[in-house]
Nanobody, 123 residues
Framework: QVRLAESGGDSVETGGSLRISCSSS????????MGWFRQAPGKQREWVSC????????NYADSVKGRFTISRDPAKNTLYLQMNSLKLEDTAMYYC????????????????WGQGTQVTVSS
């Protein structure tokens, strides 16, 4: 069974930084491309970033490009999202997800999801 578990969500001020994590099983980490989505209250879940199985290819939504960095540590079976220069509009529940499709931004192409971790940005 594939299990993804996010952690690291917190409340931060605008302009601050935060790193959230997602742990998974070894099989999941090796077999799947990994991605981050987020969902703000009253809004649809949106794709944020994804990374290939090897970690050599990354992709970002325009809204976070240059501020967020996705990475994965195969030794720890952990996915990360480093978030810098945080804005009020980054406030959301952040979810990690696993997909067999390379470089996909489509929610339906992600097979497994974590429970989410809350990131709140305040002024």
């Amino acid at each position: 069974q594939v299990r993804l578990a996010e952690s690291g969500g917190d409340s931060v001020e605008t302009g601050g930084s935060l790193r959230i994590s997602c742990s998974s099983s070894t099989y999941t980490f090796l077999a799947y491309c990994m991605g981050w989505f987020r969902q703000a209250p009253g809004k649809q879940r949106e794709w944020v970033s994804c990374i290939s199985r090897s970690g050599g290819d990354t992709n970002y939504a325009d809204s976070v490009k240059g501020r967020f960095t996705i990475s994965r540590d195969p030794a720890k079976n952990t996915l990360y999202l480093q978030m810098n220069s945080l804005k009020l509009e980054d406030t959301a529940m952040y979810y990690c997800a696993a997909s067999r499709v390379f470089r996909t931004m489509t929610r339906d192409e992600y097979d497994y999801w974590g429970q989410g971790t809350q990131v709140t940005v305040s002024s």
